[in-house]
């Protein structure tokens, strides 16, 4: 059974940000780049690392270009005209001359926060020093692709079914929008920053790392663009760029506006959700199963990040909501608990385990059920549930809706609570999280995440203790 994909566009959505979020989920990098390597392309090399955004720890998926393919996707003083009087300011020459003109894609995919990719550090929330020049010219022209050539690229290559489906209409929906934005038949369309390797590379990339993650259900409530206007081939035009527009248009993406000066969301970021065939409306409960960040390059106000998770849908029956009983932080700190306690005899299994998921679900810290002999020599089961105080009254509320009892025992506990932290490192087969304690004599333990090695271990087919171990390995020496 596939896989549920929630979207968080908040901050925009381009092509290199969508692998690198998916990358972060759990997506084979190995897979994905034998797929590349299988691809009649070349000119570029893929890098993938870890750079901070606002302070957050995301995946970067950056495809460097060889000289003279390089594109201006996040030089932001070209892009919004920053001291720019025109298009060669740069040393760049871009009033090409094309038989089909404006049928040219201008859309800079990597957009958002996000472009491709002769800088690897450029737009990233910390210094580099290894910032690239831009006054040099082109040794030669860009080259130019129709749908037929993206096509023909994309069965070259040896991807699953699947995926080349999904990279097929990615393309196919990328040249409607620009054959509509410049009024020309589609198969008279040539691309110019889409046809162009990086780009390439992102849309089959993002097909093979959503068909590795076995993803068949997308839902994204909304596509968050910017304003004003931005600079491409062609001269200045507003954003959201026209090809973003026609896409939303045509497949009926929810899309809002934010006061960001700058475009957010790339015809392929639009292109990829259309594809996907998202879903607007988020389920009203669910469970996250995992969660990926995916950093763009382009210096906006908003940090150009993309969040994925992987959720699995719970069911909405009007039950109280587990939101009132999320732990209070301070509490936990401290080390303050309450035990609560009842005896149960008159329920089924079925029922106590549906007591316990909810309790669980709002917030308990701990739920046991202890078999126990009360009055008469009758079996029964003593229910025990730890509690921070402020979920104390709501988690009564489960216990008496959900089960048979009539009271509750309770009384607060101290307890010893060590130093801990959850940290992220880096597997052959993606993320994964480790639990590190600290012990009082300052030793540390560690644990790998059961959900994250677990999740590794089913997608691979790899015994579970194995998978702990390659995590552990993953770990700095102390």
């Not at 600079?231 to 090809?243: E, T």
């Not at 939303?248 to 475009?263: D, F, K, N």
């Not at 936990?332 to 909810?358: F, K, Q, T």
Request: with cysteine; proline share 6%.
């Amino acid at each position: 059974m596939g896989k549920t994909l929630y979207l968080d566009c908040t901050c925009g959505i381009s092509g290199d940000m969508m692998v690198a979020a998916l990358l972060d989920l759990g997506a084979r990098e190995d897979v994905m780049r034998a797929a590349l390597a299988s691809l009649p392309l070349d000119g570029y090399e893929v890098r993938i690392g870890r750079v901070a955004k606002a302070g957050l720890d995301c995946c970067d998926f950056d495809v460097v270009l060889a000289p003279g393919l390089e594109n201006h996707d996040h030089d932001m003083g070209y892009l919004h005209g920053h001291g720019h009087e025109d298009a060669a300011v740069h040393g760049h020459e871009h009033g090409h001359e094309h038989d089909h003109g404006a049928g040219h894609d201008h859309h800079h995919d990597h957009g958002a926060g996000q472009g491709h990719h002769h800088d690897p550090g450029a737009g990233h929330d910390h210094p580099h020093d290894h910032q690239r020049d831009h006054t040099h010219s082109h040794a030669h022209p860009h080259v130019h692709r129709g749908p037929a050539d993206l096509d023909a690229i994309i069965d070259a290559g040896a991807l699953t079914p699947r995926a080349r489906d999904l990279a097929h209409r990615m393309v196919d929906i990328l040249a409607h929008a620009e054959a509509k934005a410049h009024g020309v038949a589609l198969d008279e369309v040539h691309f110019h920053e889409v046809g162009a390797v990086d780009s390439i590379v992102d849309i089959v990339a993002v097909a093979v790392a959503l068909d590795d993650l076995d993803i068949d259900r997308a839902i994204v409530p909304v596509l968050v663009d910017g304003r004003g206007t931005i600079r491409c081939q062609h001269g200045i035009i507003p954003v959201p760029v026209p090809a973003t527009l026609n896409i939303a248009e045509r497949h009926g993406l929810p899309l809002s506006i934010c006061e960001v000066e700058g475009e957010l969301v790339t015809p392929t970021g639009a292109a990829i959700v259309a594809a996907l065939g998202a879903e607007p409306e988020l389920p009203a409960r669910f469970r996250v199963r995992a969660v990926g960040l995916g950093a763009g390059k382009r210096a906006y106000e908003r940090p150009s990040i993309l969040r994925a998770l992987i959720i699995e849908e719970l069911p909405d029956d009007g039950r109280v909501p587990a939101a009132p009983c999320e732990p209070t932080v301070d509490a936990a700190a401290h080390g303050a608990v309450v035990r609560l306690e009842c005896d149960i005899d008159d329920a089924s299994g079925e029922v106590l385990a549906y007591a316990a998921d909810r309790l669980r679900e709002a917030g308990a810290r701990e739920v046991h059920w202890v078999p126990v002999f009360t009055k008469k020599g009758r079996p029964a089961w003593q229910l025990q549930v730890i509690a921070l105080p402020d979920d104390v009254e709501c988690l009564e509320g489960i216990i008496f809706a959900e089960t048979t009892t009539i009271g509750i025992r309770r009384w607060p506990c101290d307890r010893s609570v060590l130093e801990r932290r959850e940290v992220s490192v880096q597997t052959p087969w993606g993320a994964a999280r480790v639990k590190e304690v600290t012990l009082p004599d300052g030793s540390r333990r560690t644990a790998p995440e059961y959900e994250d090695a677990a999740a590794i271990a089913r997608r691979t087919g790899l015994p579970l203790q194995a998978v702990m171990e390659a995590v552990r390995a993953q770990l700095p020496v102390r």
